[in-house]
Each structure stands twice: as C-alpha cells, then as structure tokens.
C-alpha cells in the first residue's frame, strides 16, 4: 500500500530525487520492487517542499496516478528544494476522497505520510476517535485509514509531544486496537524526518553531514542505502540516523 520518501539536504530539483533517478518514486507508482502489499500505486500522489526561508511547505497532490499528470515532471523539473515528502498510493478503500486523500498531509511546518492500511477499518479504530477532541475529527480532510492516522499523530503534535513519541505512541496504540495493521508513517518538519517500519519495506540512506534519505525502497543501486529493521522507530538528519526497536503492544 504506497510508496513514499523524504529528504533533507543540499538543495535539489525534485526531479534529482523522484524522477531521474533509476527507480525512483516515479517508476515506483507501477513497478515497485519491494512493496509487501498490492503492485500499482495509481490512486493518487503528492509532493510537499520547503522553500528557503519559509518553514511552512508548499504542496502539489491528485487523485489520478502520477505518470497521467502531464505537469508532474514539468513542476519537479525546475522546482528545487532542501527538504521534501512526496507519495504515491494505493488507497485502501479506492477513490475515498480523492485528491483530499493523497498524501502528503500537512499542518503548519509537518509533511506527513503513512504507507499501509489500518486493518478492519473504521470499526477496529472506533475506540480512538473518543480520545481525540472534537475538532480534531471535524478537520479530518479525507475519511481514509491515513487521515485518521494523521489526525493521531498530529494530536499529539500539538500538545507537544516529540516527533518520535508521538509516531511512536500512535502507532502501537493503533497496533493494539487493529492488529495486522501496517504502518510505516513518515514525517518532516523539512530538518529532521522521523518514519517508523511496521508491516512494510523502509531503507535510508545517509551521507554523514550532508543528506539523509528514508524512502519505502532504495531508489537506485548505491550500495550504502540500508533497510530499516521491522517495529523500529527512525529519526534522520543530515548529521545522524538514530533507530530505536518499537514495542509490540500488550
């Protein structure tokens, strides 16, 4: 279920990063070579970049599969950036909210993405959505698994917890109430990204004091990309990539 990376570094054009690269998200929307679950992403895309000077991302997502997009590979062609997170997605309920539902997500600085399902959704994560204040749920922009996700995620955000603890702490509180779920989640504030690996492929790769890259798969052959162990929690910058095991719940 989808694909998705995330960057920070030395500027590029997002086509160095999705499109000219060998097997890059691009040629991940119909040939993916490590995805677990399902084979086309053609249910939608987006890519989310920070400008210089500016914290708060700018977006450009559809609902329609990104090689139909005649102005996909235009955009990323000039468009240049220190730090991104782009998507493509195999929607579990397909057509669910189109465009709306096309990761990324965003609030104020954060770019969000989950690739998986929620297994028995919504009824298995009925229970969550208690514990979410009401305008949470009202700002739900799509009425998918992942917006829900985000919406967890992004709740803890906003009481101030970490990056880390607040991925760390959705995913094994969805774990628990829908088990089977796979939910490797992928965030930026356009310094640091934070992912977790549960149920799904995710490698990074890191050049000490440069760039750091976490993507579902490896986009081209270098030999210093690494895959993430399942149940881990990964926190990359261009100057570390710290991984910490996660917890199956009780």
Known sequence: ????????????????????????????????????????????????????GDPV???????????????????????????????VRDATEAGADGEAAAAP????????????????WPDSVAGLAAGLPAEALLRLVARCDA?????????????GDAAGQAMADTVTELAAAAPGSRLN??????????????GDSLWYL??????????????DEDPHWREVPDRTLLTATPAEVLLTPLKEPQ
Not at 17 to 26: A, S
Not at 69 to 83: E, G, I, K, M, Q
Not at 148 to 158: C, E, I, K, S, Y
């Open 185 to 198: 989640l992928l965030l930026t504030d356009g310094e640091t990204i934070t992912a977790t690996a549960w």
């Open 105 to 120: 997500f965003a609030a104020g600085h954060w770019l969000f993405s989950h690739n998986g399902a929620v297994r028995g």
């Open 147 to 159: 917006a829900f996700v985000w919406a967890l995620v992004l709740h803890r955000l906003t009481s």
């Open 1 to 52: 279920m989808c694909r998705h990376i995330a960057y920070t570094g030395p500027v590029l054009t997002l086509a160095d990063l999705l499109v000219r690269v060998p097997h890059g998200l691009y040629r991940q929307s119909w040939e993916p070579r490590r995805q677990r679950s399902g084979t086309v992403n053609a249910d939608g895309f987006g890519v989310g970049w920070y400008a210089d």
């Open 206 to 219: 890191h050049t000490p004091g440069r760039s750091a890259v976490v993507a579902s798969e490896p986009y």
């Open 57 to 87: 991302p700018a977006r450009y997502r559809r609902a329609a599969p990104i090689w139909s997009d005649p102005n996909f590979a235009d955009l990323t062609r000039v468009v240049r950036s220190h730090a991104l997170l782009a998507a």
